[in-house]
């Protein structure tokens, strides 16, 4: 059974520097809460043709990484995760290859947009997921999946505001 979640967030910063910041793999620990200890263990850059910008992951790109799914256990998840869409300044998308999911499909999307007469850049997170295990997967989703997922997210709105607001 497919679950989806959006997450969305409005910052006063230029489209392409906000852009600039996410397609950068290397800097998805900085904005994941803490007690996750996210750590990148191995990444493949595919670089964006026609980009000056070498540390963008394009299309092809491949990205491991590891996290706890529960604070202050040493029991570590692992992910491999590949991107397989990207247009500059607009999107990119990544899909689960090996992890916790049946499935996973994470679509980023950027564009600029004015509010109260300030320019900034309104970010959006797409996720469509299985869990698989029916209906075990849809009680996991209820209890865990979905509330921790939430609350990731309002740990990284908070991040890449307090992040862009010491940038400028």
Do not use: C, K
């Not at 997450?7 to 950068?24: G, M």
Request: charged residues 25%; glycine residues 6%; aromatic residues 14%.
């Amino acid at each position: 059974m497919p679950y989806r979640a959006q997450f969305e967030q409005w910052i006063p910063v230029p489209l392409d520097e906000v852009f600039r910041f996410f397609a950068d793999p290397g800097n998805l620990p900085r904005i994941m809460p803490p007690w996750m200890g996210v750590r990148i263990e191995d990444a493949t850059i595919v670089p964006v043709p026609d980009s000056p910008h070498s540390d963008f992951a394009g299309p092809g790109s491949t990205l491991v990484a590891s996290y706890r799914t529960v604070p202050f256990l040493p029991f570590r998840i692992r992910s491999q995760a590949r991107i397989v869409g990207f247009a500059m300044n607009d999107f990119f998308e990544d899909v689960q290859d090996q992890g916790p999911f049946r499935s996973w499909h994470h679509r980023h999307e950027f564009a600029s947009e004015t509010r109260n007469g300030t320019s900034g850049t309104r970010l959006r997170d797409q996720i469509e997921y299985e869990i698989g295990f029916e209906p075990l997967g849809w009680i996991l989703n209820v209890l865990f999946i979905a509330p921790q997922m939430r609350r990731t997210f309002a740990y990284r709105r908070r991040e890449v505001e307090r992040l862009f607001a010491t940038a400028t």
